[in-house]
């Protein structure tokens, strides 16, 4: 079956903002007297649900309280820096690429990602945009995903999800989507190789997979 209908992730995937990301953590981890992480561990190490994460890295058990307050202090650090951060450098091209119809599912506040969507020239590109509408993040992304689908009326086995993490391939899985996963984002590439799943080095590269399945 063709697939028709194609939803990209946006932080890590179309948005470039590893270094944004990690730093962000970093500050977070900091505010609680934890150690800090380069690009490669947080690559290594980085999963949903991210309170997992968080408790790997620091050693120790993060409550949901806790977590919340370490979410707020990482989303304050990256608003600061999100200006300076840019698209992926081939994300106009691989968008263009793309015959069917595009929608896009991010884990960034729908608030923000709106107006963010505008900044970088994308308005009126895709055919829904959906951000978290929640005040705490680092959720798992399989029942977004469903709910975006939904709104879009189109069904899974329509669709292929592009995205930078294990968590994107499982939402996919979760609908009956296919999934093309990127190394350009917050993922070791081993990692992603060893899910089997398609792997791309580039956007431009992920769409040309994605348009095979």
Do not use: C
Not at 51 to 78: M, Q
């Amino acid at each position: 079956m063709t697939r028709t209908h194609l939803v990209w992730d946006w932080n890590g995937t179309l948005l470039d903002d590893l270094s944004l990301v990690v730093s962000s953590t970093n500050h977070a981890f900091a505010a609680v007297g934890g150690r800090a992480v380069d690009a490669d561990e947080h690559r290594t190490r980085f999963r949903r649900p991210v309170a997992d994460f968080y408790a790997e890295v620091l050693g120790r058990a993060v409550d949901e309280e806790e977590f919340g307050e370490l979410d707020r202090i990482f989303h304050d650090a990256y608003r600061l820096g999100l200006t300076t951060m840019s698209l992926a450098a081939d994300a106009m091209s691989a968008i263009k690429s793309w015959p069917g119809s595009q929608s896009l599912l991010s884990m960034w506040f729908h608030d923000e990602l709106v107006p963010a969507i505008e900044t970088y020239g994308l308005t009126g590109v895709f055919t829904r945009v959906d951000g978290l509408r929640t005040e705490v993040g680092g959720d798992l992304k399989a029942g977004h995903l469903a709910n975006h689908l939904a709104e879009l009326s189109v069904r899974g086995d329509q669709v292929v999800l592009i995205g930078d993490s294990l968590d994107d391939a499982a939402a996919a899985d979760s609908v009956g989507a296919k999934a093309v996963l990127y190394t350009g984002g917050f993922t070791a590439p081993a990692r992603l190789y060893a899910s089997g799943r398609p792997v791309a080095d580039t956007l431009v590269e992920a769409v040309a997979l994605a348009r095979s399945l």
